[in-house]
């Protein structure tokens, strides 16, 4: 079955700092790559997506490429600021199947 | 502004209890979903509903129902069979496409806790 795999936290950065939370991923057929994001006490907010090999996604700084021959979709981002601090997910979802398959999730602390 | 409701934030159920956590969509979405996430688990799928009348199992569905009478609305009852009920439950929508590169819509969830 699909599944995703994203490193496990929490990451501890100071402000400023460069970001990268792994993420790969099982999938048959070419799936849809997505990341959320989740600040303490909500729901999950779109970050960004990438629907074919090759893509890049993009929002507010961040940054992730659809790497078909690993099978990864990594979060980048340049420099982070203390309001970055939330969880990331990584998420999946392959085919006509309805089902988004999601990582366990990143914690993500940035320090001033 | 369109979007996802859920209400309310905080529910608190007695043991033996039932109860129902309301989710409303005005994206015009046809296909709505219920997740439950706990802490280091990510989210777990529920139950889910491609058009209204008509909803599946997700992967943890027993101890929860559902129905979808609206477009609009997908309410999730908690019932007492569900033994650890205590959780974060999101709601979402997506379009309804063969396409995979739809993303779901969120809303704010719901945090249950037994008393």
């Known amino acids: 079955g699909d599944s995703v795999t994203q490193m496990e936290g929490p990451v501890t950065l100071s402000e400023e700092a460069f970001l990268t939370i792994n993420c790969t991923y099982t999938?048959?057929?070419?799936?849809?790559l997505f990341w959320y994001v989740q600040y303490p006490g909500e729901g999950l907010q779109l970050l960004l997506k990438?629907?074919?090999?090759?893509d890049k996604g993009s929002n507010k700084g961040f940054e992730a490429t659809y790497r078909k021959e690993t099978t990864s979709f990594h979060l980048e981002k340049g420099s982070v600021q203390v309001s970055d601090s939330a969880v990331y997910f990584c998420?999946?979802?392959?085919?006509?199947?309805?089902?988004?398959?999601f990582g366990k999730g990143t914690l993500l602390t940035v320090n001033p | 502004d369109g979007g996802i409701t859920q209400s309310p934030k905080y529910l608190f159920r007695k043991e033996g209890q039932n109860v129902t956590l309301s989710c409303e969509q005005n994206?015009?979405?046809?296909?709505m979903y219920w997740y439950r996430q706990d802490p280091g688990q990510g989210l777990r799928l529920i139950y889910y509903?491609?058009?209204?009348?008509?909803?599946q199992k997700g992967d943890i569905a027993e101890g929860y129902s559902v129905s979808r009478e609206k477009k609009e609305s997908f309410p999730l009852t908690v019932t007492s069979a569900q033994k650890n009920p205590t959780a974060f439950y999101l709601c979402?929508?997506?379009?309804?496409?063969?396409?995979?590169?739809?993303?779901?819509?969120f809303g704010d969830g719901t945090r249950l806790s037994i008393l």
């Open positions: 998420a999946l979802k392959a085919g006509s199947n309805y089902k988004l398959t």
């Open positions: 990438a629907t074919k090999a090759d």
């Open positions: 999938a048959t057929g070419y799936p849809s």
């Open positions: 994206l015009n979405h046809d296909a």
């Open positions: 979402a929508s997506s379009q309804r496409t063969g396409a995979s590169n739809q993303p779901q819509h």
């Open positions: 509903s491609q058009i209204v009348n008509d909803f």
